[in-house]
């Protein structure tokens, strides 16, 4: 490549992470040949949409990229597309490609991302039954979801909910079952969980809290025809979307015997135990100065930012990844802003109610601001962004009293 020197950074995956890393290295001017191989045909591109306006058909394909791929070929960067890394040999600095070829690196970035957590019940194998993670689920998922047929969704989480909305926008009948007490109970409290579940309903999904899958039951053709409970019940269905979580891609990682514990592995740099190898994205259990403990996140917030970490170390900087995580949700007309990590709070807060058109709830633990989620309300979620990155001990009356202005708390 020309005006390249010859050091080759290869940065493994084909997700958010691997792409704002791409982008920051633009970006900064990176002067070494970069190499991005991705499993799938596509360029790096955005997964949340996939769930919600790239489903219900509201936008283009080509709208989900990062970036256009004619910008990466402008700078000599190198996508090769379609192929996997199979295995990576850290003695001799190369990785051995599904197609046979090998690459061989100075600095090797893995952003694999996570894989869905899948169902190995009776009859899970059926027609019918979908996993949503990429591009190719979406678009099967997309031409199944036809007005009357009758969807039931294992798991409240985001993803799940999100597809309810846009399912239940098309004129399909939705279920969702919940095996815990209630909707998105891993990342709210109750009185979101309340608010959403309530809201669901009003548009017609049918919500089952407490409600245990045991397999499913096989029509026409080896077609999914319902889902059994472990109640004993069956629901009818003519498709069902699995929505039960993800699980770290460390397959690669470990296999070439990097340190890996629920993720590989990654300092507050972004580096593995191996000083050649970076990893980033919602393959990594990493430092954050914020915290004590190690994370792992599943948040395009987490990937843009670890990417921004490894592109300075890259670059020859050293800049610790310390952010506050945040999140969102978009289901029907609701805006849902979270920042700040929840579990282990001993005081909410709420700020309007749920009859509101925005509303809040912060969580505080020792008199101090750790979380905040808002609905339809940017402010709480902007000021609460920074209430919890200053560690604010704030009034809880002040903060539950709308007459008081957010911004006077900081």
């Known amino acids: 490549m020309a005006n390249k020197s010859q050091q080759v950074t290869v940065i493994v995956g084909g997700g958010h992470a691997a792409g704002a890393l791409l982008a920051a290295l633009l970006q900064g001017r990176y002067p070494h040949e970069v190499v991005l191989v991705g499993e799938e045909p596509h360029p790096p591109y955005q997964r949340p949409p996939l769930s919600k306006h790239y489903l219900a058909g509201e936008v283009e394909q080509e709208s989900l990229y990062l970036k256009p791929r ?62 949503l993670h990429d591009i190719a689920d979406a678009d099967a998922l997309r031409e199944a979801l036809v007005p009357g047929k009758r969807l039931v969704i294992v798991g409240g989480g985001f993803v799940g909910l999100e597809v309810a909305a846009s399912a239940v926008k098309k004129g399909v009948s939705v279920t969702v079952l919940e095996a815990a007490e209630r909707l998105m109970q891993r990342v709210t409290g109750p009185e979101m969980s309340a608010f959403f579940e309530a809201r669901h309903r009003d548009a017609g999904v049918e919500v089952r809290l407490d409600t245990g899958v045991t397999g499913f039951e096989t029509g026409d053709h080896g077609r999914v025809a319902g889902v059994r409970l472990a ?16 699980i770290p891609d460390t397959a690669l990682a470990e296999a070439a015997g990097l340190a890996c514990d629920g993720g590989i592995l990654v300092d507050e740099f972004t580096r593995t135990d191996d000083p050649a190898i970076l990893a980033i994205g919602d393959c990594t259990r990493h430092r954050n100065l914020f915290f004590e403990d190690r994370l792992r996140l599943e948040s395009v917030a987490n990937a843009v930012d670890q990417a921004r970490t490894a592109a300075a170390v890259l670059m020859g900087e050293d800049k610790p990844y310390d952010s506050v995580p945040w999140f969102w949700s978009n289901q029907y007309d609701i805006r849902l802003q979270m920042v700040g990590l929840s579990q282990g709070h001993d005081q909410r ?35 609460g962004k920074q209430l919890v990155q200053l560690r604010k001990v704030v009034s809880t009356d002040l903060l539950g009293d709308q007459h008081t202005d957010l911004k006077s708390l900081l």
Do not use: W
């Open 349 to 383: 807060v709420m700020r309007g109610s749920p009859a509101d058109k925005g509303f809040a709830v912060f969580y505080l633990r020792d008199g101090c601001v750790i979380a905040v989620d808002a609905v339809n309300l940017p402010i709480a979620f902007m000021v």
């Open 70 to 131: 004619s910008l990466y070929d402008n700078a000599g960067y190198q996508l090769r597309l379609g192929v996997r890394v199979d295995q990576i040999d850290r003695d001799s600095k190369t990785v051995k490609l599904s197609d046979h070829s090998m690459i061989r690196y100075d600095h090797l970035v893995l952003a694999t991302g996570s894989q869905v957590r899948r169902l190995t019940s009776p009859g899970a194998e059926l027609k019918g039954i979908y996993y």
């Open 231 to 246: 109640n004993g019940d069956m629901v009818p269905a003519d498709i069902v979307l699995v929505s039960i979580g993800v």
